[in-house]
T-cell receptor, first 114, second 116 residues
């Protein structure tokens, strides 16, 4: 158990809809990362938050947004969903300030857009 | 820009064979971290190891060992006496430290099949 919790584990929704994925980081970790794993793009970084503020952006679509709340949990919002958004979405957390930079990953949310 | 290449898409071995998974990286930073993750069929990403760019010592953990060579920008992973439970997709990843952006850049992964 990595200590990072993601909900839901599975999500099936229709094209055009909007979904919210939730992530609770490990206790004490201030940094949250979102990654997308799809068959054609592999594992790619979407966005990073640190203590409530956006820190870095990767290949995140404009239809996607995220935020980190005062209790440090994070949500990834995906809107106007397309078939190609079907993927495994991972959240990871780490202690940005420490020398240990390994990211601990949650179990992922498998999103299927039909 | 940083890049991680795992040229081996899929490897199949018979149990008890040794197997090496290759990883080559590109970065302009002098301070960076290299990782290996395992993704079993259940889908989660399991952290295996982290090395920083200043530590080129090889590491051994049980049947796992890692060979880090800055001269060739490689961070290879060897499993000795492979077992069926080692069947998984293995990802090599890179994180740059200088900018404070700790996001991981992953390779495309190597699927390892260990046959009984």
């Amino acid at each position: 158990d990595s200590g990072v919790t993601q909900t839901p584990k599975h999500l099936i929704t229709a094209t055009g809809q909007r979904v919210t994925l939730r992530c609770s980081p490990r206790s004490g970790d201030l940094s949250v990362y979102w990654y997308q794993q799809s068959l054609d793009q592999g594992l790619q970084f979407l966005i990073q938050y640190y203590n409530g503020e956006e820190r870095a952006k990767g290949n995140i679509l404009e239809r996607f947004s995220a935020q980190q709340f005062p209790d440090l949990h994070s949500e990834l919002n995906l809107s106007s969903l397309e078939l190609g958004d079907s993927a495994l979405y991972f959240c990871a957390s780490s202690d940005l300030q420490g020398i240990y930079t390994e990211a601990f990953f949650g179990q992922g949310t498998r999103l299927t857009v039909v | 820009a940083q890049k991680v290449t795992q040229a081996q898409t899929e490897i199949s071995v018979v149990e008890k064979e040794d197997v090496t998974l290759d990883c080559v990286y590109e970065t302009r930073d002098t301070t960076y971290y290299l990782f290996w993750y395992k993704q079993p069929p259940s889908g989660e990403l399991v952290f295996l190891i982290r090395r920083n760019s200043f530590d080129e010592q090889n590491e051994i953990s049980g049947r796992y060992s890692w060979n880090f060579q800055k001269s060739t920008s490689s961070f290879n992973f060897t499993i000795t006496a492979s077992q069926v439970v080692d069947s998984a997709v293995y990802f090599c990843a890179l994180s740059e430290a200088a900018t404070g952006r700790r996001a991981l850049t992953f390779g495309s992964g190597t699927r390892l099949q260990v046959q009984p």
